[in-house]
């Protein structure tokens, strides 16, 4: 991958605490954009997920990469502190180049062994807000600061490229609304050169998922055992560099309204995952599965 590619680029990685979020967070910073990092969970005070990383330690990484990352405690639910948030960027850099939504925070929330009616309706509805109007207001205060410079590029981090469901209605409902969400925000956003779409990773390999199986970096592939799926895995790092690659595409406007993914990107602009291999969750899922992803 070329480097500093986004010299003089400015991103907003909105929920950069952990998995992909993260590894967006650190690829941008390698390439040169000056990276807010937000999430909840910070040293001082740990979000609902209750896992150990922090959007300091994001932060950290960025720096180690050779990047510049700024880190900020946002509560992307509450428009106060988003509004807060994109008043800071504007002050402080006076434009926004990059805005990634990756915004989830609904493990807590999630019954995957209940159907809907017998899942807490409560905790469904709850997710819709944490993980979904937390885009949408996330949105509404940052496409200004980009319409003002007629140009921009906002990625919808999701699960998935289609509206197919995805095992818990909740969970599905708020992932292919992120779909949607990317297509009209791509509509309204036509007219001013500003690019919007939806990213999804694959079988992601995030700090949870090896936490769940037991499991590091260095042995992943000893969860093959218990999940023989995950052999077709990625680091946060593909994405990460699957969003630089698109960053630092001029003609990315041509892409605005559709849904992508890694192991697409990864054919188009020839990148890798950090050990050289190409994942290909599309592939995989046609082989075992005999369905077009």
Known sequence: MEERILKDKVALVAGGTRGAGRGISIALGEAGATVYVTGRSTRESPSEMN???TIEETAELINAHGGKAI???TDHTKEDEVRELIHRIDK???KLDILVNDIWGGDPYIR??????????ENGIKVQRTCLESHLITGYFAAPLMIQNRSGLILEITDGIDYRYRGNLYYTLIKSSIINLSRCLAEELRSFGITALSLTPGFLRSEAMLDHFGVQEKN????VLKEPHFIVSETPAYIGRAVVSLAGDKNV???TGTSTSTWKLSEEYNFTDLDGTRPH????FKEKFGEEL
Do not use: P, V
């Not at 992943?220 to 969860?223: L, N, P, R, Y």
């Open 51 to 53: 896992r150990k990383e």
């Open 281 to 284: 969750w599309g592939n995989y």
């Open 92 to 94: 402080e850099q006076g």
């Open 253 to 255: 406007f041509s892409k």
């Open 112 to 121: 995957w062994d209940e159907k809907f009616w017998e899942h807490s309706l």
């Open 220 to 223: 992943w592939k000893d969860a």
């Open 71 to 73: 880190a900020i405690r």
